[in-house]
């Protein structure tokens, strides 16, 4: 009875020997827990207790080691040197490892060799070369194989693969290609545009290869610039400064490259920098002109007279033939047609009467197209701001609405007035107020208040609706421009029925008319019949 009774182990009745109807395994069981008993044949009694005992499953060499974990995968930097471990393999055996060596492993690399050794007994990976360079070879596949027994004879093994990966160092200096190098651009290209991509070529990867370029020496410090490709690590040169062939037409650069990240311990390996001599010539383009400004201020009175002299604009061909320049105005900008320019000298000339006042600044375009090639036209701006003259009589600031109260007394102040002047003195505006010395009122005054305001003033009481509902009061008013200029503005006052608070009320004369031949009394009557009516 027991574990296995009946199935994998079986007992003589008559001897009591106990045998195994199947192949053992320890690695699946490796103790059977077993009871016996002896019975009387007669009386089917037992003669003695139930004996229990333990059949122990004897090991022997039957597993091979088995690297769980594999395959390996691993890096180590390149130029480590020798007995860099690379990582430990481990291999199990399912062999009792308390009974003889079944289980007793030991390791050996079947591949790769000379570059990597393996422990016996701990299963670590060294390098066993120096100076393995990754730009020579950056990977190697090693076997290692586990062997139990101890390694003996008949022992049972197994092998799994270790792929290593030689990581990157800042071993390789920059060099360039070659020490000297060519390129042409026309003197036409624009500030910032590519002239050149050159490049230091580094066996290195990743942050080993970052370059940095500089402009060491040359005469074209300045009129360019050098940057890095971040994406390609190429060095660009790109312009600076305009270029003109007519002012240097060849330029010289000394470039340095260097690596952005050095390795101390590889300093011994050379200078991690290089320099190559960039030549670059700049080519002729035909241009247009050029004006000695890029702005022209010129300054001209409003009252100066057609044909009068304004300024003289120049421009001249840059090119190496010099041709020859002819002027015009660019009419979209003079649309009116103030100005004329003569051809030949650039002098510009005042064709039609100026105004400050319609226009107190003219920003027109002149062009210089050269003779040779008319294609090839220049651009210059000139601003012509034009000077006032006083000729522009002061006037009322605003149209004034004025009431007098019937009842207004004398000396009441009904409208403050003040003035306006379209020209614009350097020192400001200054205004004087009067009445005309013909036009006295015996019913109004005014008063210059002397900050270019004046108030008019009632002179006496009771004015009447009936007898005068509108008076209109002339009013000059001169300027202080050399010489003065004056106007005389009416100023229209209408006659109010007005409040307590002197508040108007009704300003129509009308308001006190009647219609012809009818009494109050009849109109009392008229309204009283339409009210009858209206309420049947």
């Known amino acids: 009875m027991g574990e296995g009774a009946g199935s994998i182990f079986n007992i003589d009745e008559n001897t009591g020997d106990i045998h195994a109807t199947k192949r053992l395994d320890r690695e699946e069981q490796a103790y059977y827990t077993l009871k016996a008993q002896a019975i009387d044949r007669q009386t089917n009694k037992s003669v003695e207790p139930e004996s229990e005992f333990i059949i122990k499953v004897q090991d022997i060499n039957d597993n091979e080691p088995k690297f769980l974990d594999g395959p390996y995968i691993a890096g180590i930097p390149e130029m480590s040197p020798v007995g860099t471990s690379v990582m430990q393999v481990t291999a199990t055996d399912a062999d009792d490892p308390t009974y003889g060596n079944s289980a007793r492993v030991v390791y050996s690399i079947l591949t790769g060799q000379p570059y990597f050794s393996v422990e016996p007994k701990t299963g670590i990976i060294r390098t066993a070369l120096p100076n393995m360079d990754r730009e020579a070879k950056d990977q190697y596949i090693l076997v290692i194989q586990a062997k139990d027994m101890v390694g003996l004879m008949g022992g049972l093994s197994g092998t799994t693969s270790v792929t290593v990966t030689l990581t990157d160092v800042n071993d390789n200096p920059p060099r360039f290609p070659r020490k000297s190098e060519q390129y042409y651009v026309p003197e036409s290209l624009p500030v910032g545009s590519t002239v050149a991509r050159i490049k230091a070529a580094d066996a290195d990867i990743g942050q080993n290869a970052e370059m940095e370029y500089k402009i060491v020496d040359g005469d074209g410090e300045g009129v360019f610039k050098i940057t890095v490709d971040k994406g390609t690590q190429e060095g660009i040169v790109a312009i600076n400064k305009e270029l003109d062939y007519e002012t240097k037409f060849s330029y010289t650069l000394r470039i340095e490259a260097s690596n952005k990240h050095v390795d101390n311990r590889f ?49 001249h061909d840059p090119d190496s033939s010099h041709s020859s320049v002819r002027y015009s105005i660019d009419r979209n900008t003079d649309l009116e047609r103030y100005f004329n320019i003569d051809a030949n000298s650039g002098l510009i000339t005042i064709a039609k009467p100026l105004d400050r006042e319609t226009n107190a600044v003219h920003n027109i375009t002149v062009l210089a197209i050269e003779s040779q090639n008319p294609a090839q036209i220049g651009k210059g701006y000139v601003a012509i701001s034009i000077l006032d003259i006083n000729d522009n009589a002061p006037e009322f600031a605003m149209e004034y609405e004025t009431n007098v109260c019937e009842n207004a007394p004398p000396g009441q102040v009904i409208q403050e007035i003040s003035a306006v002047d379209k020209d614009e003195p350097l020192n400001g ?108």
Not at 430 to 446: E, R, V
Request: with cysteine.
């Open 429 to 536: 505006h200054w205004f004087y107020f009067s009445l005309p010395p013909d036009a006295s009122s015996i019913n109004f005054t005014l008063q210059d208040n002397k900050d270019n305001t004046a108030s008019v003033i009632t002179k006496r009481n009771g004015f009447r609706r009936q007898e005068q509902s509108v008076f209109y009061l002339p009013i000059v008013i001169v300027d202080s421009g050399t010489p003065s200029l004056s106007s005389t503005n009416t100023l229209t006052i209408r006659v109010c029925d007005c409040d307590a608070d002197g508040i108007a009320q009704t300003c129509n004369a009308e308001a006190y008319t009647l219609p012809a031949g009818l009494s109050t009394g009849a109109l009392i009557a008229i309204l009283a019949c339409v009210l009858t009516l209206l309420g049947k």
């Open 267 to 315: 300093l011994s390996v050379g200078p991690f920098m290089d320099t190559t001599t960039v030549k670059i010539t700049v080519e002729d383009v035909d241009e247009p002109p050029v004006f000695s400004q890029r702005l022209y201020t010129m300054v001209e009175s409003e009252a100066a007279k057609i044909g009068s002299s304004i300024g003289t604009v120049t421009a």
